[in-house]
């Protein structure tokens, strides 16, 4: 597998907070996310902080940005309609661990290292004052 580093985007079956919150074990769908933050931990434990990536408007109560359209063409995603991405709620898998990481899996795209830095920042912000829910999937 492709060692995956802060600013990529990955297809992943993405558990939304209020799905984990109803008993469900399983991401509905894969879906593009962005690895917010790649942590290693240990020589042998990598934890990833993942973003979803939705084309859903979303509540004005909600903590998303929307991508630019040079940030979307350069990462590959549609382009035909607005994206964001979620920072109130996030998944948090090890990449040596992981039952939803396809092990023969590559990098789809990145972000530009600009927008990249403003995602980890906008995050850490959300995770430390603890406006973002987790959903644990290790």
Known sequence: MTKPVSGDLWEYPYLWVREDANGE???????????????????????????????????????????????????????DKRLWIVFDEHNRDTVEFSFYLNPSAKRQKRFSNAFTKRIAARFLEAYTTKRSGLVDRQ
């Not at 769908?29 to 020589?43: D, I, N, Q, T, Y």
């Not at 434990?45 to 859903?56: A, F, M, N, Q």
């Open 25 to 79: 074990t399983e991401g509905r769908k894969s879906r593009p996310v962005v690895f917010a933050v790649v942590l290693e931990v240990l020589p042998s434990k990598t934890y990833l902080y993942i973003l979803p990536i939705t084309g859903s408007e979303q509540d004005p109560s909600r903590d998303c940005l929307e991508i630019p359209r040079m940030e979307a063409t350069q990462a590959g995603l549609d382009t």
